[in-house]
């Protein structure tokens, strides 16, 4: 018997009082939002309390969703659970956009024996706020982040900003910041600022695309917030691309979050792509068929967890799904400030029987950042002209190819990563050349 659910519990503040005291009002938004998502209703019942509040509840086929608000307070309080598999994360944002409400917290619980989930808190903004109420939204944990993306967020927090999403999902801390510009960071760590991670995805993305004559299947490894998704979705010829991301969080953030939307196309809405929410090491053990491109984008190898990514046993398995004449790309840290985990990942690679050329692009609010082609046969650094629209990069890109002396000189000092000598890790930490 299939007793798995979801079961979603929101706390709204700074809601608007007439709205939270209209019982009609109330009860045709909760209608239209249920209907909007195909479920059946089986009842109804609002009630208005004097001098103020109310309180409904809506039965569903998949069980229920109900509000109880206090107007005097601004607060409004609601509760849904279903068994369905509709994605609700929009309709429950406009739903609390109509309420006015400031900020809202939202807990969710993946019912029933057969859930492997853990409880979920995620905290979301919609209105810019002063300084102690924004703060009491995000608290900075000193065990996280670097110490540049420390500084700069004690800088967002002490001013105006508008945290736009904030959740702790089992795998990471997510924050999507809206400030002079939008910037994700998960734990802590800046993942893309809106201003130039142009820079940083048509660098990954471009390179390989022009390398491989054919597009019919792609695969994308890490790279939840769908910005290399976007420049992907560019190429004409592409037909089937697979995103694999371990959390689904993130995943959703990005399908929903207007501003994110906003900022990577809408790119998960293509029909041509196909989601995958589990760890990439389990996907690769599948029976894959051949990719013709594979696009390797995981966050930097700085703790353990994300090394074991970056491992001879993993591009093994990259290396078995791609095509015969087909290229990967994997991002590759700072050569600047990581030389020697910039071209451990490269001779990693090369040991699986990759043929790897390196390449960097500096983007400023990272510095020179690395990437590193591979493929089962030699790669020229004589890469076709861009031949989709572009912004950041000049149409030839042979410059990327043009590697810094004392970057080159570190390359000797390259180790080989793999599960029985996870190293990586130790070594991703910045260091002054």
Request: aromatic content about 8%.
């Amino acid at each position: 018997m299939e007793t798995s659910g979801h079961h979603i519990i929101i706390d709204a503040y700074g809601c608007q009082s007439i709205i939270l005291n209209d019982a009609k009002q109330l009860k045709k938004l909760l209608i239209e939002s249920i209907e909007s998502l195909g479920m059946e209703i089986l009842s109804k019942h609002f009630h208005s309390f004097s001098p103020q509040g109310v309180t409904g509840v809506i039965g569903i086929s998949t069980s229920h969703f109900s509000i109880h608000t206090w107007p005097e307070h601004g607060y409004a309080a609601l509760d849904l659970y279903t068994c369905g598999d509709q994605d609700i994360d929009l309709i429950l944002k406009k739903i609390l956009h109509k309420l006015k409400a400031g900020h809202v917290e939202i807990y969710e619980l993946f019912r029933g024996e057969e859930s492997i989930h853990k409880p979920l808190m995620k905290k979301l903004n919609f209105k810019d706020y002063k300084t102690d109420e924004s703060s009491e939204l995000f608290q900075l944990q000193d065990d996280r982040g670097n110490e540049w993306d420390m500084k700069q967020l004690r800088e967002i927090i002490a001013g105006n900003h508008d945290v736009l999403y904030h959740a702790s999902s089992p795998f990471q801390d997510i924050l999507l910041v809206k400030a002079n510009d939008l910037r994700l960071y998960l734990d802590q760590e800046l993942q893309f600022c809106s201003l130039d991670e142009k820079y940083y995805h048509e660098a990954l993305v471009y390179p390989v695309m022009e390398l491989s004559a054919t597009h019919d299947r792609i695969l994308i490894l890490g790279g939840g917030d769908g910005l290399a998704l976007r420049e992907v979705l560019k190429y004409p010829n592409v037909k089937h691309v697979d995103l694999v991301d371990i959390d689904p969080m993130m995943i959703q953030m990005s399908k929903s979050e207007p501003a994110l939307l906003e900022q990577n196309n809408q790119s998960f809405l293509d029909k041509r792509v196909n989601v995958h929410t589990e760890d990439a090491k389990k996907y690769l053990e599948k029976d894959l068929q051949k990719y013709n491109v594979i696009i390797i984008d995981f966050p930097d190898p700085v703790n353990p967890v994300i090394s074991s990514l970056y491992t001879k046993e993993v591009f093994k398995q990259v290396a078995n799904i791609l095509s015969k004449d087909g290229v990967i790309v994997c991002q590759s840290n700072s050569p600047e400030d990581t030389p020697q985990s910039f071209w451990s990942i490269a001779k990693t690679m090369e040991t699986v029987g990759l043929h790897t050329l390196a390449y960097n692009v500096t983007v400023p609010s990272f510095g020179l950042w690395g990437y590193h082609l591979a493929a089962h046969k030699e790669i020229s650094n004589q890469i076709p002209e861009i031949s989709v629209s572009h912004q950041a990069l000049t149409k030839d890109m042979g410059n990327l190819f043009e590697i810094p002396d004392y970057v080159m000189s570190e390359k000797e000092n390259a180790i080989v990563n793999s599960v029985d000598n996870l190293k990586l890790h130790e070594i991703s930490k910045v260091t002054e050349l």
